[in-house]
């Protein structure tokens, strides 16, 4: 079993910053790596970014490359979400999640997840 907390949402004006955090505790040896999850609503949950334990290899939507930044804390077992220059359209709830093998950017590659942090962008 792993078990993951996520941290570090709110509310935050257009423009702004915020940083997420993600603590694992549990059998967290078994995953591969980590990844974060945002899901609107009405609409499916998306890959936002993830990272590898082993290498720190990251992973990136397209659309959030340069804005986002995923990063670890191996001695911590914590992953955290650097989010720049929000815009209203990344209000969601996001959520982190661990993979075990195959593809981060892939949904179905994930086996635990965190309860979720909203965030929410004014305009």
């Known amino acids: 079993q792993v078990q993951l907390v996520e941290s570090g949402g709110g509310l935050v004006q257009a423009g702004g910053s915020l940083r997420l955090s993600c603590a694992a505790s549990g059998r967290t040896f078994r995953s591969n790596g980590m990844g974060w999850f945002r899901q609107q609503p009405g609409k499916d949950r998306e890959f936002v970014a993830a990272?590898?334990?082993?290498?720190?290899?990251?992973y990136y939507a397209d659309s959030l490359k340069g804005r986002f930044t995923i990063s670890r804390d191996n001695a911590k077992n914590t992953v955290s979400l650097q989010m720049n220059s929000l815009k209203p359209e990344d209000t969601a709830v996001y959520y982190c999640?661990?993979?075990?093998?195959?593809?981060?950017?892939?949904?179905?590659?994930?086996?635990?997840w965190g309860q979720g942090t909203q965030v929410t962008v004014s305009s």
């Open positions: 999640a661990t993979y075990p093998d195959g593809s981060p950017e892939n949904l179905g590659a994930y086996d635990y």
């Open positions: 990272i590898n334990w082993s290498d720190s290899s990251t």
